[in-house]
């Protein structure tokens, strides 16, 4: 397997919501674009789907490029306020705009 990247379900309040993560790639395939293309599949597929939004916790600087900005311009708040700019989020077509909401994992991450 060159990589893999993952799903699941997440909530602002009522509203669905995707959490991302984790995403890796093989050593042996790294710096080929496996994670860019895992990255624009799974952006692709959850926006074919009717999702509205995707939220990960990770470097910036990576995932910008992929259309992820800050939770907080979107006004989604993290489950926990130390991830700061590393919690972000990326809207995708069916997204509509609210009052602040905070995203919440699936529960069994809610444990962690």
Do not use: N
């Amino acid at each position: 397997m060159a990589g893999h990247v993952i799903c699941t379900r997440g909530r602002l309040g009522e509203a669905r919501a995707l959490g991302l993560g984790p995403i890796s790639v093989h050593p042996d395939y790294q710096r080929r674009g496996v994670g860019s293309a895992l990255m624009h599949a799974i952006i692709g597929a959850a926006d074919a789907l009717g999702e509205s939004v995707i939220a990960l916790v990770g470097d910036p600087a990576y995932y910008r490029r992929f259309g992820f900005q800050s939770a907080s311009g979107l006004d989604i708040e993290a489950p926990d306020a130390a991830w700061g700019e590393h919690f972000q989020a990326r809207a995708l077509h069916t997204w509509t705009a609210g009052p602040r909401r905070a995203f919440e994992y699936a529960e069994p991450f809610k444990r962690l």
